[in-house]
């Protein structure tokens, strides 16, 4: 039997957290947390697809557009996406999707399936391997675009080519691959659920008001380009919650530039230092952490961390802390304050596997 497998990473983002649906670059990393399929051939056609570890499955059939049987029903949309492309699959599959992801934390795990199940679906289909950037766009294509979301590409991105990526999220979209050697990442997870879509929906709302308003006050105003220092007398002007929240993301947007520079630097001290820095943004002026998160990072930063960060859209999920040399014991201040760490490495992009 011709069994095929295939896999993707999840992520932690460094620099440009809620700047990607912006068109605003982002640094981020595939990290060795996978999701993985396994497809065995059936003489019945179409795929019966069984999801241990959330106690799901799902029939699809795929002579025709499926209808979408959830508001967000990615395996579907996935096999969808492929179909409008003229891709056929000659034999159906029993395939079984398990992963060490964690699940609703801010770690892509949602994006890191859709990736890796559209990599599945077009080995099934016998053409040719994609091109890694193809298949980010196929993904968001299917996750964001068929959906309505609002979502960026940065999880796609990092899903299909890995490593450590500054991504380029102006269309039609792009990545460079950082040689930085980055070491001594703890992930930590709070167990607080988060509501990804609706969380970026609503930031991306209230920075595109910011931006609106700030545009009248000071024409040709550009998100990406128009220095912070010279519209700080304007923001001063305007409502006191989009000013924020546009503000922290033009610092956001500087720091994520800095970010760059330090990583291919090799200045650890300094990436943490801009890690935090970005925090506390996000924290201050986004409203995305949470009382325990903080926790989590203040004991991650006293056992010895350069610097911490949420990781993800926020509003619970994890956080993560570079901790080079400090790893057993940033793990164990998280593991004391309620979360669950992880040491995580740099890993690479989706791939079938044998």
Known sequence: MDILRASAPGRVCLFGEHQD???????AAAVDLRIAVEGAPRDASGFGVDMPD???RADLSVDAELPYATRRDYLRSAVNVLRRRGVRWPRGYDVTLRGDIPINAGVSSSS?????WLRFLLAAGGGPEPEPEDLARLAYEAEVTEFGEPGGMMDHFCAALGGLLWIDTVPPFGAV???CDLGGVILGNSLEPKATVETLGRARAQVAEGAR????RYPGFDL???PLAAVEDELR??????ARRLRANLVNRDLCAAGRGALERSDAGEVGRLLTRHHAELRDGLDLSTVKIERMREAALAAG???AKINGSGGGGCMFALAPGKEEAVAEAIRREGGVPYRVRVDRGAALDP
Do not use: C, F, H, N
């Open 224 to 226: 990406a380009r128009t």
């Open 213 to 216: 308003m700030l545009g009248e």
């Open 21 to 27: 649906y912006l068109g605003l670059p982002v640094v």
């Open 305 to 307: 961390a350069l610097g």
């Open 237 to 242: 002007r305007l409502p006191a919650d989009p």
């Open 54 to 56: 959330i106690g799901q």
């Open 112 to 116: 890191a399936m859709v990736v890796m």
């Open 177 to 179: 691959r950082l040689s």
